[in-house]
Nanobody
Framework: QVQLVESGGGLVQAGDSLRLSCVVS????????MGWFRQAPRQEREFVAR????????SYADSVKGRFTISRDNAKNTLYLQMNSLKPEDTAVYYC?????????WGQGTQVTVSS
């Protein structure tokens, strides 16, 4: 059974940085496309960033481009999201997702709160 566990969330001030981690177990991490999504209160879950199997191919939502960086360590079965210059509108529960093609597996989420 594939499990994804996120960590690294917290309460920070605007302009601060955070790094989220997502550890994957029970599957073949190096064969998964990985993504980060987020859901703010009373809003739909939205795409944040995506990274391909090898880590070379990445894509970002326009709202985070230039501030967030997605990366992965296949030796550690871990996905990362480095978040810089955080804004109050980045406040949300952040989820990691994985799958060979589509996002078949999801974590439980980690809360990020950015105060102004």
């Amino acid at each position: 059974q594939v499990q994804l566990v996120e960590s690294g969330g917290g309460l920070v001030q605007a302009g601060d940085s955070l790094r989220l981690s997502c550890v994957v177990s029970g599957g073949t991490f190096s064969r998964y496309v990985m993504g980060w999504f987020r859901q703010a209160p009373r809003q739909e879950r939205e795409f944040v960033a995506r990274i391909g199997w090898s880590g070379v191919s990445t894509s970002y939502a326009d709202s985070v481009k230039g501030r967030f960086t997605i990366s992965r360590d296949n030796a550690k079965n871990t996905l990362y999201l480095q978040m810089n210059s955080l804004k109050p509108e980045d406040t949300a529960v952040y989820y990691c997702a994985a799958g060979p093609i589509a996002y078949d597996y999801w974590g439980q989420g980690t809360q990020v709160t950015v105060s102004s």
